[in-house]
């Protein structure tokens, strides 16, 4: 892991503490990476709730509710699978915000024919706001791809409007 992550995951915590927000993680290619990244910053116990680790795309369904068809129609490694992990990520969790990843760190394309390198992220809020991004590293080695896909999801909650807090997405009752 490159040094300036774990400082740049501090700065991005202050700023949801700062703002009365709170996160949680859906990871793929990562592997809960993040959230391991998020929970050894000062002060996480205040704004992250915990992560989803959801590398099948069995799991993505089960777990998160991306539609199956979702992910058969677009492949795992998606616009539309990074936004529907964020969505269900913040359904299923108490969370104001989830960010999410997916992507092929490699050392071999996905079964779906995604090159190594093609990582998809998104962050979504309770009222239905979502932000996408998508990065095309090329064949890197794998630690270097999962560096580059934990500064972009930091990149990412940073980078998302302080005015997405209203409760439209349903938190899971009892």
Excluded: W
């Amino acid at each position: 892991m490159t040094p300036a992550l774990p400082q740049r995951a501090a700065e991005v915590l202050h700023r949801l503490r700062k703002a009365g927000r709170t996160l949680v993680t859906a990871e793929s290619c990562t592997a809960g990476a993040l959230a391991g990244l998020l929970a050894d910053a000062p002060g996480v116990s205040e704004v992250f709730h915990g992560g989803f680790v959801t590398y099948t795309k069995q799991c993505k369904s089960s777990v998160l509710g991306v539609p199956e068809m979702l992910i058969r129609a677009h492949t795992a490694v998606s616009r539309e699978v990074a936004e529907a992990m964020a969505t269900g990520a913040v359904r299923c969790s108490p969370a104001d915000m989830a960010v999410s990843i997916t992507g092929v760190a490699g050392p071999e394309p996905d079964e779906d024919g995604n090159p190594v390198g093609l990582l998809h992220l998104a962050v979504a809020g309770r009222n239905g706001r979502v932000l996408h991004a998508v990065r095309t590293l090329g064949e890197l080695p794998r630690d270097d791809i999962r560096d580059c896909a934990l500064d972009a999801a930091l990149a990412l909650v940073a980078a998302f409007p302080e005015d997405s807090r209203e409760d439209s997405i349903q938190r899971p009752s009892g």
